[in-house]
């Protein structure tokens, strides 16, 4: 039996959910990377880095090159960006709506 679309999207946003992986998208969408730029760029251990990449690439979000002894990670497509641009104007929306409260909570005195 096929999957529902709304189980499929699901895991695909699962699949986004940790800050290792949102990085190294971000930096993707500047161009193809070698590990040794992203791990500088990430500052984690190779272990873990080479864990998320591999998350990624079975996903299919990005593909890898080797030449030589360097892998080249590069982002599968251009939608990915326009996933991460939307999520950024999402929250900013959200963080301005927070900020907002934030004021109002300071400058609104204390009823009696």
Not at 6 to 18: C, I, N, S, V
Not at 68 to 95: F, Q
């Amino acid at each position: 039996m096929p999957v529902p679309l709304y189980e499929a999207k699901a895991e695909f946003f699962r699949m986004l959910g940790h800050p290792v992986r949102i990085r190294v998208l971000e930096l993707l969408q500047d161009g193809p990377r070698p590990v040794r730029e992203l791990l500088a760029d990430i500052e984690v251990e190779p272990s873990s880095l080479s864990q998320q990449l591999a998350v990624l690439r079975r996903s299919g979000i990005v593909t890898a090159t080797r030449s030589g002894s360097t892998v080249v990670y590069e982002l599968a497509g251009g939608d990915v960006a326009d996933l991460l641009a939307a999520a950024r104007r999402i929250l900013s929306v959200l963080l301005a709506g927070q900020q907002r409260l934030l004021e109002e909570l300071r400058t609104t005195e204390p009823a009696a």
